[in-house]
């Protein structure tokens, strides 16, 4: 029984961050921008959260210093995807390897170690009551209201779709694409947030560990729906869950360790043929 409550606990845990990230890509792809920036969005919220907690011992500071770092690498996604119409999938993949190389050397610079920070202020308060959960459970009703029952989200949404037509009727489809994709930093930097100030109380090289990706599996799984993200994070958290429960079985650890990335290949090789984009996504309202 205490083993069952551990894996449901674990669970949702894992969930949270992934949920954070992939609600950030669904805005982002909604209005026509690619979200495999997600991973560097993830890791600079999680090493501007400890950076921010470091210098101030301040909880929320950190939290805001998360937001913020992750909605910086979101506008720099922006700026490459829109004004300069760098290819969104290079653009992705290189703030990506960039994020990893700016905190390694941060890390070096500041604390005079390339592996990890110190240990800093953090939430510890259990999963059930850490405020970041809570946003999270916001973050889910006021994308879904904002995007299918408002205004602003109708227009978001029609630039997804055809960013052209939009800029015909005279949407501002650029400022629409820069508020999406910093909406998505911030929601993805709130999510390494947690993983850096509440799911432990430091910053460890390549903290995400890959979940930027898993939250892209994420967001396509769900249809682009943020409702649906939800459900099939807890899918993903649920492997994780699993791998750190049976680690204690003498299972080899890195076996374990590639249960959610398996179930990941699963998922895009199997569960995602019959899914498509927005047809606007990667597309410009000038061409």
């Given at each position: ?20 990230a ?22 600079m ?11 101030t ?5 950190a939290?805001?210093?998360?937001v913020a ?7 720099c996604?922006?700026?490459l995807?829109?004004r ?13 390897l960039l ?40 973050a889910?009703?006021?994308?879904y209201f ?13 630039v997804g779709?055809?960013p ?7 949407l501002p ?6 508020i999406?994709?910093?909406?998505c930093?911030?929601?993805?930097g ?26 892209v599996a ?10 649906m ?12 869950a ?17 249960i ?5 290949l699963?998922v895009?090789a ?9 047809a ?8």
């Amino acid at each position: 029984m205490n083993q069952i409550i551990s894996i449901f606990t674990s669970t949702f845990s894992m969930s949270v961050p992934l949920i954070l990230a992939a609600l950030g890509g669904v805005i982002s792809v909604r209005s026509g921008i690619m979200a495999l920036g997600l991973e560097s969005m993830m890791t600079m919220g999680a090493f501007c959260g400890v950076l921010g907690s470091y210098y101030t011992g301040n909880v929320a500071a950190a939290i805001l210093c998360g937001v913020a770092g992750g909605a910086l690498f979101g506008l720099c996604h922006g700026i490459l995807s829109v004004r300069y119409k760098v290819n969104q999938v290079i653009s992705g993949i290189g703030l990506n390897l960039l994020a990893v190389a700016a905190t390694t050397l941060l890390m070096q610079l500041i604390w005079n170690n390339k592996g990890s920070s110190p240990q800093v202020a953090s939430i510890k308060q259990g999963v059930l009551t850490s405020p970041i959960t809570f946003i999270m459970l916001a973050a889910v009703a006021a994308e879904y209201f904002v995007l299918f029952r408002t205004r602003f989200g109708l227009r978001l949404r029609m630039v997804g779709e055809n960013p052209k037509a939009a800029a015909t009727v005279g949407l501002p489809v650029h400022r629409i694409k820069y508020i999406a994709v910093v909406c998505c930093g911030m929601l993805a930097g709130l999510g390494g947030a947690y993983l850096s100030i509440d799911h432990l109380d430091m910053y460890v090289r390549d903290m995400s560990a890959g979940r930027g990706y898993i939250a892209v599996a994420i967001m396509i799984l769900a249809r682009y729906n943020p409702i649906m993200v939800v459900l099939c994070a807890l899918i993903f958290g649920f492997s994780d869950a699993v791998q750190i429960s049976l680690q204690g079985y003498g299972v080899p650890s890195q076996i374990m360790a590639m249960i959610p990335y398996i179930v990941t290949l699963l998922v895009l090789a199997f569960g995602v043929r019959q899914i498509t984009p927005p047809a606007g996504v990667g597309a410009h309202d000038d061409e």
